[in-house]
């Protein structure tokens, strides 16, 4: 049965591109690279995965090229280097668009083979006031667009025309990817549910015995036959004391009954992320503490999740959870003293000791800023976040008593916010306790 995975229209590239010209100063051009393929080991590369802003630009998926962007260039205002077809390397490593095929398939107006670039791209900026480029990321290629700028300097006498302005493409380009349209809300929505028939695939097969790497498996194997080429990021498979590792990616350990297992796992779509986090118990029952810890932050999370909303700003759902977090820890004796004075001098961070999220999209930490102008930014419709408390109790911690130790918990969920508040992208794994459990036990 042929899949039905939401894809970006040629259209909506296109309309990608004008947005972000229609942004540009004048009389500038863009200058973008894609990513290079990184060696894993000796001759194996690791998947060819697209720079998130090369491809948004583009949807163009292959390695050594470069997109140039040029408002207003008569022959045309994007411009695409890339490998040209090569028979030879074609059977070996397979298929390549060649210029020809990045005009015709990907809408470029102009497409020059990439061995050409020195001789064109100077041609190209030549004239230009100001450059766009996202300097730092890679040096190799810094030094090429350096080379490019000296070129024409070395013929200023000649008559050419240097740029005399570098900006950041970051500013512009990644407030753009900030705010989600219909068609990417669509892969999103389409890759947390992936992800969400991942997660409860994991619960229902999770038994003690079984190895972490095993609910690992179970994840992969849900995403790519649903379609999804990896996972947004590795998987956290952390049972027991594991579940208070933060970002623990080995998943080698035995589970055992009387643990709790946290698993964070999304896939990536059609280069969109997802990103979820349940825990559950081994065994499928909580046990006291356990629940405890949990219900506490689940309704932290779901605290959170009630200030996402246009009108407030980014750390508000932040703040709401270390709220909840602090007094619910005083009440089961973990913390001691006065709320307002335990939250002024973070002493939750003991146990909740990182943010409530972050952006998503194509990146799983997405862009975009947090702050403008020093102020928190003001949550506005088609803008992604993650909501993900969590309380993790060292498995050492002396200060608590023994029976909380080794005992982490996260749930984290995709949220979209809309006109009058908020979607929950990823609300098809359960997360109440006793919703957990039923699954588990049926
Ligand atoms: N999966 C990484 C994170 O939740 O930020
Ligand atoms: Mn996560
Ligand atoms: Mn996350």
């Known amino acids: 049965m042929p899949k039905t995975i939401p894809t970006i229209s040629k259209k909506e590239f296109l309309r990608r591109r004008e947005q972000l010209m229609s942004q540009m100063e004048p009389n500038s051009i863009v200058i973008l690279p894609s990513s290079t393929e990184k060696i894993r080991n000796r001759d194996a590369d690791y998947r060819f995965r697209q720079d998130s802003d090369f491809f948004y630009l583009s949807g163009f998926a292959e390695p050594e090229s470069v997109l140039v962007l040029v408002p207003g260039r008569e022959h045309g205002e994007f411009i695409l280097f890339c490998r040209e077809r090569d028979r030879a390397r074609e059977i070996w490593d397979g298929y ?15 497409a020059f083979p990439i061995a050409d670039i020195d001789d064109i791209l100077p041609g190209l900026i030549e004239g230009r006031e100001r450059v766009y ?9 810094d030094q090429q667009v350096m080379g490019w700028v000296n070129a024409i300097r070395s013929q200023v006498r ?3 025309t240097p740029p005399g302005e570098f900006l950041n493409l970051d500013h512009l380009l ?19 549910q992936i992800s969400a028939d991942a997660h409860c695939a994991a619960m229902q097969i999770c038994e003690p015995g079984m190895y ?10 849900r995403f790519m036959r649903a379609g999804s080429r990896a996972a947004a990021y590795n998987s956290i498979v952390g049972s027991g004391d594991n579940a208070c590792i933060l970002h623990y990616v080995e998943n080698t350990r035995q589970m055992k009954s009387g643990d709790l297992v946290l698993i964070d796992a999304g896939c990536e779509l059609e280069h969109y992320a997802s990103d979820i986090t349940r825990t559950f118990p081994v065994s499928g029952k909580f046990s006291k503490e356990q629940k405890a810890i949990y219900q506490l932050v689940l309704d932290a999370q779901a605290a959170a ?11 508000e759902p932040h703040e709401v959870s270390v709220k909840v977090i602090t007094e619910g820890l005083v009440k089961l004796g973990l913390l001691k003293g006065d709320i307002d004075t335990l939250i002024e001098e973070e002493k939750y961070k003991q146990f909740y000791m990182h943010k409530i999220g972050h952006w998503l999209g194509m990146d ?9 102008e020093g102020q928190w930014r003001m949550l506005e419709p088609g803008m992604v976040m993650t909501v993900e408390p969590g309380i993790y109790i060292a498995p050492d911690d002396e200060t608590v008593a023994k029976k909380w130790r080794g005992i982490g918990v996260r749930i984290e969920d995709d949220v979209l916010i809309t006109k009058t508040g908020y979607d929950i992208l990823s609300i098809d794994v359960p997360k109440s306790v006793d919703e957990i459990e039923a699954l588990m036990s049926a």
Request: charged residues 30%; aromatic residues 10%.
């Open 96 to 110: 390549r668009s060649g210029p020809d095929g990045a005009c015709k398939d990907f809408q470029a107006d102009d």
């Open 133 to 141: 480029y996202s300097m730092g990321r890679d040096q190799q290629f």
């Open 158 to 160: 000649a008559g050419a």
């Open 174 to 192: 990644h407030d753009q990817r900030l705010f989600k349209r219909a068609s990417e809300v669509h892969i999103m929505k389409k890759a947390a």
């Open 212 to 221: 972490e790497y095993e609910l690992e498996a179970e994840l992969m194997h």
């Open 305 to 315: 999740i009630d200030a996402v909303k246009p009108g407030n700003h980014w750390n």
């Open 364 to 372: 799983v930490h997405d862009v975009g800023d947090y702050k403008i």
